[in-house]
């Protein structure tokens, strides 16, 4: 017999993962990612066996439209307990942008 408890969620909005204010940027459009890690849980004290891959999903995220930033994120983190292990699982959606390089923003001003 296994013992399964759904437990808690989170969610949560950002504006931008970096500064974007005085930048030119071009808007590739929406993607979303999930990414999941597994920690050892005792009751009260858990100890994760991994880092929370919160930078590969915003890599991954950014990587699928070819940009380098993101805007309006939105993003939520679920739990599921299997007896002494619980299963995060980190859900990311955003816009993803390209910033303009010096050049060309040089260019869009003039």
């Known amino acids: 017999m296994t013992v399964f408890q759904c437990a808690s969620s989170q969610a949560g909005i950002a504006v931008s993962n970096i500064p974007l204010e005085g930048k030119n940027y071009k808007i590739l ?9 597994v920690s050892l ?12 891959p919160i930078d590969r999903a915003m890599k991954q995220i950014m990587a ?7 805007i309006n994120l ?19 959606k955003a816009d993803v942008v390209k910033l303009a390089e010096a050049k060309e923003a040089k260019k869009e001003n003039q």
Do not use: M, Q
């Not at 459009?29 to 890690?37: D, I, L, M, Y």
């Not at 849980?41 to 929370?52: K, N, R, S, Y």
């Open 41 to 52: 849980d005792f009751g009260i004290l858990a100890f994760p066996l991994e880092t929370p």
């Open 29 to 37: 459009g929406p993607a979303e990612t999930r990414v999941s890690w």
């Open 74 to 92: 939105r993003f939520s983190t679920y739990r599921a307990i299997y007896l002494f292990f619980t299963i995060h699982t980190f859900h990311l």
């Open 64 to 70: 699928k439209k070819g940009g380098n930033a993101l």
